[in-house]
């Protein structure tokens, strides 16, 4: 079993949308609420404006209002009982609603009525997910692809199929991602995790080799590159790229001593078998950053494995 930790860069991005985002929805919901007021100020005007009703409905769902928002759609089902549009929006509310089964029944007649579209497939899948059939679910996620491929749903179909242990659909669907969507190490990491499971070691290799082609991420692909030589029997060339990989992470730090920088060479360190040096380098790195938690679950982790051998010889 690989021991993977996630990127630090990636860990500083989500810290950083997440500070990002509380400045969007801030402002989105004051954007809604003047979208909500305009909507609200033409069905004054005329309460039977079906395209008011679905507009307000749509803003009152987004704006964290879905007892509003349905509200508003019962109206247009009474106004405009054939308009498809009712349905997916109907599906989207009672899901945040948690009326799982009803959100289904609305998204399933709006797939029927329309063809779907890729949002429709795709939170119908995620419903059936959630209600233990995945089978149903993949099959959703495959039509959403097949309407608007996108990163998420790559990545979601992906996990599911790794859950039912389709690993080789897995691969091929990661691959397929890479080819439509272009580079992605959001892509690459799990494509090469796939084809480690199923021991196609020759594949990963070659995997890993597109990525290092790029330059991109290649501290961290020589580690994975290494670890992947050692499981086909290749230990000098393992040894190789595990040291490769150590020059790299001197050289990036040396250019740039951020604590990411540091956090990538701890785990060079580890690949190599040196926890106190690893050791060294996340407690400057958490020194200058506090709250990095991969840097934090990584010491962690360290520890852990120091203290085992003590309570295997107390037993």
Not at 116 to 133: F, K, M, N, P, Q
Not at 147 to 164: D, F, I, K, T, V
Not at 282 to 300: G, T
Request: charged share 25%.
């Amino acid at each position: 079993m690989l021991t993977r930790f996630p990127y630090t860069a990636l860990a500083i991005l989500a810290v950083s949308c997440v500070c990002v985002a509380g400045s969007v929805t801030s402002l989105a919901h004051e954007g809604l609420s003047h979208d909500i007021e305009r909507e609200t100020q033409s069905l004054v005007e005329d309460p039977s404006d079906v395209e008011a009703l679905l507009r307000r409905a749509h803003y009152y769902r987004l704006d964290g209002q879905p007892e509003k928002a349905l509200a508003d759609l019962q109206q247009v089902t009474r106004l405009a009982p054939d308009d498809a549009r009712v349905h997916i929006e109907k599906g989207f509310t009672l899901a945040a609603l948690g009326r799982n089964t009803d959100a289904e029944t609305e998204l399933t007649a709006f797939i029927s009525q329309t063809g779907g579209t890729s949002t429709a497939h795709a939170e119908r899948a995620r419903l059936r997910a959630g209600t233990g059939r995945p089978d149903l679910a993949i099959a959703d996620l495959d039509a959403a692809i097949g309407l608007g491929p996108s990163l998420e749903l790559y990545l979601e179909r992906g996990r599911l199929l790794e859950s039912q242990t389709r690993y080789a659909e897995a691969a091929t669907g990661y691959r397929e991602g890479l080819t439509r969507l272009g580079e992605s190490p959001l892509l690459r990491r799990p494509l090469v995790a796939a084809l480690i499971v199923l021991e196609r070691y020759d594949d990963a290799l070659t995997a890993i080799d597109a990525a290092l082609a790029r330059g991109q991420l290649e501290t961290q692909w020589l580690v994975e590159r290494a670890e992947v030589l050692e499981r086909m029997g290749r230990a000098e060339d393992a040894q190789k790229a595990r040291l490769r990989a150590l020059t790299n992470a001197n050289e990036s730090l040396g250019k740039h001593p951020t604590s990411a920088n540091l956090v990538t060479r701890a785990k060079v360190h580890l690949a190599l078998g040196d926890p106190p040096a690893a050791r060294r380098d996340l407690e400057q790195a958490l020194r200058n950053s506090p709250q990095m938690e991969n840097a934090k679950a990584m010491l962690s982790a360290i520890e852990a494995e120091a203290e085992q051998p003590e309570v295997e010889e107390q037993r």
